[in-house]
């Protein structure tokens, strides 16, 4: 049976184990390949510690963690649309590629705002106070 992503599968998976194997090895290449991502990652990494340290609520921890993971799926989409005009377009120019690329760009910014927006309902009147408490 065909289990690892080295072996040149490209028949569908037949067991869960093949499709987790498979969806974490896109994860690790997305992680180890995307700058931006590694930023996400880090960014979103400072935001659950500013949170810990806020002590926030359970609500605030769901908006928190969705808006994370929000932007984390949004630049993995990003990235999967950008190799696959790679793929069909083998780097050449074209106008559609460009749409392609530039929407899927727009789509991180968008959940980029998204994240910014949620993270300053959560902790700007928490920083305020803790500055005007001091
Ligand atoms: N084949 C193409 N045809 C036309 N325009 C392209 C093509 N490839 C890239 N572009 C243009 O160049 C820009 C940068 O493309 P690239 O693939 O380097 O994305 P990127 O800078 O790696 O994106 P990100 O910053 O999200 O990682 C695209 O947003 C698009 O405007």
Not at 40 to 50: F, T, Y
Not at 68 to 91: G, H, P, Q
Not at 121 to 129: A, E, G, T
Request: aromatic share 10%; hydrophobic share 55%; charged share 20%.
């Amino acid at each position: 049976m065909r289990m690892a992503w080295n072996d040149k599968q490209t028949e569908k998976n037949r067991r869960f184990i093949q499709s987790l194997t498979h969806a974490l090895y896109g994860l690790k290449t997305v992680i180890k390949e995307e700058r931006n991502m590694k930023y996400h990652l880090l960014l979103g990494l400072s935001a659950v510690i500013l949170g810990v340290f806020c002590h926030i609520s359970i609500a605030e921890w769901l908006w928190l963690i969705c808006a994370i993971v929000l932007v984390l799926m949004a630049e993995m989409t990003n990235t999967a649309f950008e190799v696959l005009v790679d793929l069909v377009t083998n780097k050449t120019y074209h106008p559609l590629a460009k749409k392609v690329k530039d929407m899927a760009a727009g789509m991180v910014l968008l959940s980029a705002f998204f994240a910014i927006f949620v993270g300053m309902i959560i902790f700007l009147p928490k920083i305020i106070s803790f500055l005007v408490g001091r």
